[in-house]
């Protein structure tokens, strides 16, 4: 598997074979991206431990911690970004803190102690305090907002091309930066994942710990691989998983992943297709792809309406069809529930199609963060014939995900343009601990090792599976038990393992 993977890396250009570039960066950014790093001379502040909004559990408890709006900047304004803490379930054998956040950007990290702590193995429980934090502008760290009224599906900012006109496209994506700028243009400038890894040694701080832990997966893994590039001294046990690759972010990484998103939509087809006699919807791949597209032609028309009254949008269709093209373990539920969108009756399976709300938080505020973190990392090209030519070539090539990967979205006119990104260390320490799904379509496994290959002697444990971000729920014994192992010994695999998935 790991040779696949690696030849897949040298026919997309990712290699570290380009390290000489990659060293140019470095010592272009290494200056600015150390100097606005706050040192330890700075008072560690006192942390005041109350019950965190939204979650009902008797041991969570949360804490503010205060952060420079701009890192570069420590004396001028600051944010709150909160943190909670789940305590070591055997204090005689903490070892210290395990930090986790939420995937997007823009999904909080709050409750994770609790979601994942009922699914970690029980000496990762005993060995460490979880500490979950919302990374800046999410939910409970000083919310932004760009003035929607609600959030887009799944909230993320996508239009897909052929709906409308591309000029149509084009104005909304426009006005949609204009009011993220009206309404948080204070907090666009810093609403980057090297801002976000720059609070998490503050976090590291305030909790008084000289080294972390850390479980990341998806943008929560590229945010830990920043970390470990800014701080390497301070980092312990690291598992990564999935992580994108930080070069590439993030309109790089949209196209690329147009493959494996299709690849991905064509396996979950072949599945429904498989059971056709239970979701009537096409006995082969290529009969279901066309149910599937004229149910979203239903829906793009206002022409898709449930017995329990909703209306379903050309949005909600198509990130019900995401989640199946994601996970392979999802195949049966979306499949029930498209099945009951085609037949008219209400889909019977409860998936969340939005993020959920947490009082008090802007409507909008999941896109908001998502949309900002993704345009501010890095510039986006802003010539529309560059949007027009890459549609005209991955709508060809991946017709299901190409218009929507391809089309043009807020970032190419965004107000604030700077390369934030924080250039990997090419090969060397720390060691890490990297997991991928190797058939996950939208983090493809190139990533991952991409990410990998820049801190020397990292293992791999990857899963065999349909699935994104398999840690901690997919459910496989030998990923748990090789996740487990690392984190509660400090030592790594030997060599790379490789699990096999279920379904």
Known sequence: MKVDLAADMAQHGWMRDRRLTLMVLTAILAVPLTAVVPTQAEPVPRLAWTACAGVDHPVLRCAAVRVPLDHAKPGGRSIDVVISRLPAEDPARRHGVLVMTGGGPGNPGVPLPVQWGAVLPATVRATFDLVGFDIRFTERSTPISCGQPAEEPGGYWIRTAGLAPFASHVAQARQYA??????????????????????????????????ISYLGGSFAGLLGAYYAALHPDRVDRFVLDSPPFGDAIWRPFELDRARSLEAGFHAFTTFVAAGNETYHLGDTAEAVTSSLYALSDRANTGNLTTPDGHRWTFGEVGYLTLLGTSVDQLFPAVATNLAALAAGTTPPVPLPLYPAALPGTPADSHTAVNTA??????????????????????????????????????????????????????????AMLFAAATRDPVVPPRNTLATMAAFSGSRLVTVDAQYHAPIPFQGNECLMTTVAGYLTTGVLPAGDVTCYGVR
């Open 178 to 211: 204009r009011d993220c700028q009206r309404h948080a243009g204070w907090a666009l400038p810093y609403a980057t994942t090297a801002n976000a890894a720059r609070d998490l040694d503050l976090i590291r701080s305030a909790l008084g710990e000289r080294k």
């Open 373 to 430: 973190y993704r345009c501010a990392d890095h510039p986006w090209p802003t010539g529309l014939d560059t949007y027009r030519r890459d549609l005209a070539t991955y709508s060809t090539r991946y017709p299901t995900y190409g218009p929507a990967v391809a089309n043009i979205n807020p970032c190419a006119f965004w107000p604030v343009r700077a390369d934030n990104r924080v250039p990997l260390p090419a090969g060397r320490p720390p």
